[in-house]
Protein backbone atom coordinates (compact mmCIF):
# COMPACT_ATOMS: atom_id res chain seq x y z
CA UNK A 1 0.00 0.00 0.00
CA UNK A 2 1.17 3.50 -0.67
CA UNK A 3 1.01 6.90 1.59
CA UNK A 4 1.10 9.98 -0.20
CA UNK A 5 1.17 13.44 1.23
CA UNK A 6 -0.49 16.32 -0.55
CA UNK A 7 0.31 18.76 2.11
CA UNK A 8 -1.12 20.21 4.91
CA UNK A 9 -3.77 17.41 6.66
CA UNK A 10 -4.27 15.30 2.90
CA UNK A 11 -3.32 12.06 2.10
CA UNK A 12 -4.01 9.49 -0.28
CA UNK A 13 -3.62 5.54 0.64
CA UNK A 14 -3.80 3.45 -2.32
CA UNK A 15 -3.97 -0.25 -3.33
CA UNK A 16 -4.29 -1.85 -6.27
CA UNK A 17 -7.84 -2.03 -5.56
CA UNK A 18 -8.87 1.12 -3.92
CA UNK A 19 -7.45 5.16 -3.74
CA UNK A 20 -8.82 6.62 -0.77
CA UNK A 21 -8.32 10.52 -0.33
CA UNK A 22 -8.64 12.04 3.20
CA UNK A 23 -9.27 15.54 3.55
CA UNK A 24 -8.83 17.16 0.61
CA UNK A 25 -8.38 20.81 0.58
CA UNK A 26 -9.63 23.52 -1.94
CA UNK A 27 -7.88 26.77 -4.05
CA UNK A 28 -7.59 28.68 -1.07
CA UNK A 29 -4.96 26.06 0.56
CA UNK A 30 -1.30 27.37 -1.10
CA UNK A 31 -0.25 23.64 -2.08
CA UNK A 32 0.17 22.10 -5.72
CA UNK A 33 -3.80 21.53 -6.33
CA UNK A 34 -5.61 18.14 -6.52
CA UNK A 35 -6.35 16.61 -10.03
CA UNK A 36 -6.88 13.14 -9.68
CA UNK A 37 -9.55 10.47 -9.17
CA UNK A 38 -10.01 8.49 -6.44
CA UNK A 39 -12.41 5.82 -4.94
CA UNK A 40 -13.36 7.23 -1.49
CA UNK A 41 -13.12 10.01 0.22
CA UNK A 42 -13.11 10.82 3.85
CA UNK A 43 -14.05 14.16 5.61
CA UNK A 44 -13.05 14.95 9.46
CA UNK A 45 -14.94 18.28 9.49
CA UNK A 46 -16.39 20.71 6.78
CA UNK A 47 -13.86 23.38 7.07
CA UNK A 48 -12.81 24.42 3.42
CA UNK A 49 -9.51 23.19 4.01
CA UNK A 50 -10.89 19.47 4.55
CA UNK A 51 -13.76 19.12 2.86
CA UNK A 52 -13.32 20.10 -0.85
CA UNK A 53 -14.60 16.88 -2.48
CA UNK A 54 -15.31 18.37 -5.28
CA UNK A 55 -11.47 18.68 -6.20
CA UNK A 56 -11.48 14.52 -6.38
CA UNK A 57 -12.41 13.32 -9.54
CA UNK A 58 -13.96 9.66 -10.32
CA UNK A 59 -17.11 8.09 -9.14
CA UNK A 60 -15.73 8.77 -5.57
CA UNK A 61 -18.48 7.82 -2.65
CA UNK A 62 -17.77 10.62 0.11
CA UNK A 63 -17.82 9.42 3.89
CA UNK A 64 -18.29 12.59 6.15
CA UNK A 65 -17.36 12.38 9.77
CA UNK A 66 -19.99 14.83 10.67
CA UNK A 67 -23.51 15.01 10.13
CA UNK A 68 -24.30 17.14 7.66
CA UNK A 69 -27.29 18.64 9.32
CA UNK A 70 -26.68 18.67 12.96
CA UNK A 71 -22.46 19.29 12.11
CA UNK A 72 -22.07 16.91 14.67
CA UNK A 73 -19.34 14.23 15.09
CA UNK A 74 -20.74 10.53 14.82
CA UNK A 75 -20.07 7.37 14.74
CA UNK A 76 -19.78 6.16 11.04
CA UNK A 77 -19.00 2.38 10.06
CA UNK A 78 -18.44 1.18 6.40
CA UNK A 79 -16.78 -1.29 4.47
CA UNK A 80 -15.97 -1.15 0.92
CA UNK A 81 -13.79 -3.13 -1.66
CA UNK A 82 -12.71 -4.60 2.10
CA UNK A 83 -11.76 -1.74 3.13
CA UNK A 84 -13.41 -0.87 6.47
CA UNK A 85 -14.11 2.75 8.04
CA UNK A 86 -15.13 4.01 11.04
CA UNK A 87 -14.89 7.07 13.05
CA UNK A 88 -14.36 8.93 16.45
CA UNK A 89 -16.31 11.62 17.74
CA UNK A 90 -14.33 14.16 19.01
CA UNK A 91 -13.54 18.26 19.05
CA UNK A 92 -11.92 20.98 16.82
CA UNK A 93 -10.61 22.76 20.12
CA UNK A 94 -10.13 21.98 24.04
CA UNK A 95 -13.14 23.76 24.67
CA UNK A 96 -15.94 20.76 23.88
CA UNK A 97 -16.15 22.84 20.29
CA UNK A 98 -17.52 25.77 21.48
CA UNK A 99 -14.87 27.82 19.46
CA UNK A 100 -14.35 25.47 16.04
CA UNK A 101 -17.01 22.68 16.22
CA UNK A 102 -16.41 19.41 15.84
CA UNK A 103 -14.28 16.81 14.55
CA UNK A 104 -14.23 12.97 13.30
CA UNK A 105 -11.40 11.20 13.38
CA UNK A 106 -11.10 8.61 10.97
CA UNK A 107 -9.99 4.86 11.89
CA UNK A 108 -9.51 2.90 8.51
CA UNK A 109 -8.00 -1.03 8.18
CA UNK A 110 -6.68 -1.33 4.43
CA UNK A 111 -4.91 -4.24 3.44
CA UNK A 112 -4.53 -5.61 7.31
CA UNK A 113 -2.68 -2.45 8.32
CA UNK A 114 -4.98 0.34 10.92
CA UNK A 115 -4.38 3.49 10.31
CA UNK A 116 -6.26 7.02 11.91
CA UNK A 117 -5.96 10.02 10.31
CA UNK A 118 -6.63 12.70 13.50
CA UNK A 119 -8.07 15.22 11.09
CA UNK A 120 -8.38 18.79 13.44
CA UNK A 121 -7.93 17.33 16.40
CA UNK A 122 -8.35 20.27 19.14
CA UNK A 123 -7.90 18.40 22.32
CA UNK A 124 -6.38 15.63 24.23
CA UNK A 125 -7.90 12.18 24.11
CA UNK A 126 -10.02 10.59 27.02
CA UNK A 127 -9.01 7.39 27.78
CA UNK A 128 -12.68 6.01 26.36
CA UNK A 129 -11.40 7.58 22.96
CA UNK A 130 -8.32 6.08 22.89
CA UNK A 131 -10.02 2.79 23.60
CA UNK A 132 -12.40 3.39 21.12
CA UNK A 133 -9.62 3.95 18.19
CA UNK A 134 -7.69 0.87 19.18
CA UNK A 135 -4.23 -0.24 18.13
CA UNK A 136 -2.97 2.09 15.33
CA UNK A 137 -0.44 0.71 12.91
CA UNK A 138 0.19 4.26 11.12
CA UNK A 139 -0.69 7.53 12.66
CA UNK A 140 -1.63 10.75 10.82
CA UNK A 141 -1.44 13.51 13.53
CA UNK A 142 -1.56 17.45 13.51
CA UNK A 143 1.24 18.85 15.49
CA UNK A 144 1.28 22.96 13.96
CA UNK A 145 -0.57 23.95 17.18
CA UNK A 146 -3.36 27.17 16.86
CA UNK A 147 -6.26 24.82 14.88
CA UNK A 148 -4.82 21.76 16.38
CA UNK A 149 -3.14 20.73 18.49
CA UNK A 150 -0.06 21.46 19.51
CA UNK A 151 3.57 19.71 19.09
CA UNK A 152 3.61 18.82 23.18
CA UNK A 153 0.13 17.48 23.26
CA UNK A 154 0.77 15.55 19.90
CA UNK A 155 3.47 13.65 21.65
CA UNK A 156 1.31 12.93 24.74
CA UNK A 157 -1.50 11.32 22.04
CA UNK A 158 1.52 9.38 20.30
CA UNK A 159 2.55 7.92 23.97
CA UNK A 160 -1.31 6.93 24.45
CA UNK A 161 -1.73 5.38 21.33
CA UNK A 162 1.59 3.82 20.38
CA UNK A 163 1.57 3.26 17.14
CA UNK A 164 4.18 1.52 14.73
CA UNK A 165 4.70 4.20 12.58
CA UNK A 166 3.82 8.65 13.20
CA UNK A 167 2.89 10.53 10.27
CA UNK A 168 3.05 14.27 11.17
CA UNK A 169 0.86 16.95 9.45
CA UNK A 170 -0.93 20.13 9.33
CA UNK A 171 2.36 22.30 10.46
CA UNK A 172 3.91 25.30 8.30
CA UNK A 173 6.09 24.40 5.66
CA UNK A 174 6.90 26.65 2.40
CA UNK A 175 3.68 26.74 1.25
CA UNK A 176 2.13 28.13 4.28
CA UNK A 177 4.98 29.98 5.80
CA UNK A 178 2.22 33.30 6.52
CA UNK A 179 0.04 30.79 8.39
CA UNK A 180 0.10 30.63 12.09
CA UNK A 181 0.75 27.02 12.77
CA UNK A 182 4.53 26.02 13.93
CA UNK A 183 6.51 23.84 12.10
CA UNK A 184 7.35 20.10 12.42
CA UNK A 185 10.88 20.67 14.32
CA UNK A 186 8.99 21.03 18.15
CA UNK A 187 7.47 17.94 17.34
CA UNK A 188 10.43 15.74 16.00
CA UNK A 189 12.90 17.47 18.70
CA UNK A 190 14.03 14.99 21.21
CA UNK A 191 12.32 11.82 19.38
CA UNK A 192 14.15 8.97 18.32
CA UNK A 193 13.90 6.88 14.79
CA UNK A 194 13.11 9.83 12.68
CA UNK A 195 13.10 9.80 9.41
CA UNK A 196 12.69 12.95 6.76
CA UNK A 197 11.96 12.15 3.31
CA UNK A 198 13.11 13.98 0.20
CA UNK A 199 9.83 13.35 -0.79
CA UNK A 200 6.31 12.96 -0.22
CA UNK A 201 5.20 9.12 -0.20
CA UNK A 202 5.95 5.61 0.85
CA UNK A 203 4.96 2.05 0.93
CA UNK A 204 3.04 0.55 3.48
CA UNK A 205 3.31 -3.42 3.93
CA UNK A 206 2.07 -5.50 7.43
CA UNK A 207 4.39 -7.74 7.08
CA UNK A 208 7.17 -4.98 7.30
CA UNK A 209 6.08 -2.96 9.86
CA UNK A 210 9.02 -1.65 12.63
CA UNK A 211 9.55 -3.20 15.85
CA UNK A 212 9.89 0.31 17.32
CA UNK A 213 7.97 3.56 16.45
CA UNK A 214 9.40 5.56 13.41
CA UNK A 215 8.12 8.78 12.82
CA UNK A 216 8.28 9.85 9.39
CA UNK A 217 8.00 13.56 7.89
CA UNK A 218 7.37 13.80 4.27
CA UNK A 219 8.28 17.42 2.37
CA UNK A 220 6.48 18.81 -0.47
Partial sequence: MKLRWLGHACFVMETPELKIF??????????????????????????????????????????????EQTKKARR???????????????????QEGKLR???????????????AHLGDLGEKLTDSQVEEIGKVNVLLIPVGGYYTIDAATAKQIVELLKPDIVV???????????????????????????????????????????????VWVFSM
Fill in 22 to 67: MDPFGEEVPYPGINEAADVVTVSHEHHDHNAVDKVQGDTQVLRGLD
Fill in 76 to 94: LEAEIKGAKFRTVPSYHDD
Fill in 101 to 115: GENAIFVMDIDGISV
Fill in 168 to 214: PMHFKTKYVESWPIAPVDGFVQGMENVTRFEGNEATLDKEALPDQMQ
